[in-house]
């Protein structure tokens, strides 16, 4: 019998990949992060937006959509924000997903800047409305989740200007596929 290690390989290769950025996201959002006072509910600006950006522009939208949903809702589950947990599987996984989607459409793999900045941008839309609706949903409320507005563009910004420049930086060293 001859058992195909190749195939083996690539699937280890593939599952470390992708928990060692699950890893790096969880940890950008839990120990990099600045909580917003002006935010009643307790907002929250963290780095691991930007991890969520490079891996997707890096290594495309499968790891992007598995990062950002498993490291960001461990964080959640991890930090007492367990409720926020299903949602933020939810939201952070189809954001990864959608800036891997779009950053590696047409054979771009993610080296088109204009293409990353309107993936990150149309990420960010989808972000403020699952977060707003997530509030709505969390908090029987559906004025108070416009509070949170600023804090989600501020993360989404901040994603963008640091996520960008990693991932070009990145790109140049990780050979991928």
């Known amino acids: 019998m001859e058992i195909n290690r190749g195939k083996s390989k690539f699937k280890t290769k593939y599952m470390v990949e992708t928990a060692l950025l699950t890893a790096l996201v969880f940890v950008a959002t839990a120990f990099i992060n600045i909580r917003l006072p002006f935010v009643s509910n307790g907002g929250l600006v963290h780095l691991g937006t930007v991890m969520l950006f490079v891996t997707a522009i890096v290594f495309g939208k499968e790891k992007g959509a598995i990062a950002g949903a498993v490291g960001m809702a461990i964080f959640d589950l991890s930090s007492g924000w367990a409720l926020w947990a299903p949602f933020t599987f939810?939201?952070?996984?189809?954001?990864?997903?959608?800036?891997?989607?779009?950053?590696?459409?047409?054979?771009?793999?993610?080296?088109?800047?204009?293409?990353?900045?309107?993936?990150?941008?149309?990420?960010?839309?989808?972000?403020?409305?699952?977060y707003y609706i997530t509030e709505g949903i969390l908090y029987g409320n559906w004025i108070a989740p416009v509070a949170s507005i600023p804090g989600?563009?501020?993360?989404?910004?901040?994603?963008?200007?640091?996520?960008?420049?990693?991932?070009?930086v990145l790109k140049r060293y990780v050979k991928y596929i």
């Open 152 to 168: 989600n563009v501020t993360q989404i910004v901040i994603g963008l200007i640091l996520g960008l420049p990693i991932a070009k």
């Open 90 to 130: 939810i939201v952070r996984g189809i954001m990864g997903y959608m800036v891997g989607a779009v950053t590696w459409s047409k054979n771009r793999d993610g080296n088109n800047l204009m293409v990353n900045i309107f993936a990150v941008i149309l990420s960010g839309a989808w972000m403020i409305f699952g």
